[in-house]
């Protein structure tokens, strides 16, 4: 199955969800959006209002910060892909529980598998902790580590930075590191999932930036 065709099944899949008690207060599914080819991806945690209103990610106010983000280090939207651990809006904006993470956990790891991205950003610590478990985001955010063959890079989510404002520099200085981390991630070997058997659970491995 091509990419596109794999990410049209899945957001197909999300819409009609029942896996979790999240669909019963959802108006939209929020599957994610951007390039099949996209060189990075960017994880959110879940919708918000305006999100679950549009069916889209990242478009109310931290959905504005992160285009003008992207646009600092010369990129828009259009050139990433953008999902979120789970597809559904928790209720009043809460943290999703862990059967949430679980039930919305294969959908981003097809979509992960199918784009290939160079380079994975976590925004906020629970997209940090699919890939990162037991880290604190005040510790590793900006670091790049390989994480099962991939490229990682831990971040505050943006709506926090909005909520507290002395994270803006350090958002921003993480920022401007992505397209020195893609182009040394798209010197290396594309990477291929192994075979299950072949499968061995590894440490992330934290890399210097310079």
């Known amino acids: 199955m091509k990419v596109e065709e794999e990410l049209k099944q899945i ?22 959006e951007g390039p099949a080819n996209a060189r990075i991806l960017f994880i959110g945690e879940g ?13 109310g106010q931290a959905g504005k910060y992160l285009d003008e983000l992207l646009g ?38 097809r979509q992960i598998q199918a784009i290939n991205p160079r380079v994975i950003v976590t925004l906020g610590r629970y997209s940090m902790a699919r890939f990162v478990p037991n880290a604190k985001i005040s510790e590793i955010h900006g670091q790049s580590m390989q994480v099962k063959g991939r490229l990682v890079v831990a971040m505050y ?49 934290q890399l210097n930036l310079f």
Request: aromatic share 6%.
């Open 11 to 32: 957001a197909q899949e999300v819409a009609v969800c029942t896996r979790c008690n999240l669909h019963y207060s959802r108006k939209k599914a929020v599957p994610g």
């Open 47 to 59: 919708p918000g209002f305006h999100e679950n209103e549009q069916g889209r990610p990242f478009v």
């Open 72 to 109: 600092k280090i010369g990129m828009k939207r259009s050139d990433v892909f953008i999902a979120n651990v789970v597809k559904c809006r928790p209720p009043g904006n809460r943290d999703p529980l862990p059967e949430e993470l679980s039930a919305c956990s294969e959908y981003l790891e």
């Open 157 to 205: 989510h943006p709506a926090a930075a909005l909520h507290q404002g002395s994270l803006k520099p350090t958002l921003e200085r993480d920022f401007s590191q992505l397209p020195q981390l893609i182009a040394r991630a798209e010197q290396a070997p594309v990477y291929e999932d192994r075979p299950a058997e072949e499968k061995q659970q590894q440490p992330p491995k």
